[in-house]
């Protein structure tokens, strides 16, 4: 059993930056893949971010690729992930999630390969 509880999100500026932390419970979080998702008013949850289990893979979005970081400590149980440069098209609730593999992108990119999930953080950006 994996508990994932965000934090970390607000209201920012466009152009401005905020840092999501996902912290997780449980004895198994170093041995799971992570990923980000979002979900903006009226669209449906988006893939954003992956990382493998010690970090050393991740996957981004075409939409967020040079302007966010996905990261963890497995030390902290934790998932960062770090968004600058935002713009107003990045306001969405924060979703992260664990999963029990890590593969390729596009089966990083499926909420199905994710069997835990946190409960969100609202990101807003105002322009």
């Known amino acids: 059993q994996v508990q994932l509880v965000e934090s970390g999100g607000g209201l920012v500026q466009a152009g401005g930056s905020l840092r999501l932390s996902c912290a997780a419970s449980g004895r198994t979080f170093s041995s799971r893949a992570m990923g980000w998702f979002r979900q903006a008013p009226g669209k449906e949850r988006e893939f954003v971010s992956a990382i493998s289990w010690i970090g050393g893979s991740t996957y981004y979005a075409d939409s967020v690729k040079g302007r966010f970081t996905i990261s963890r400590d497995n030390s902290k149980n934790t998932v960062y992930l770090q968004m600058n440069s935002l713009n107003p098209e990045d306001t969405a609730v924060y979703y992260c999630?664990?999963?029990?593999?890590?593969?390729?992108?596009?089966?990083?990119?499926?909420?199905?390969?994710?069997?835990?999930w946190g409960q969100g953080t609202q990101v807003t950006v105002s322009s």
């Open positions: 999630a664990a999963a029990p593999y890590y593969s390729n992108y596009y089966y990083m990119k499926l909420e199905s390969a994710y069997d835990y």
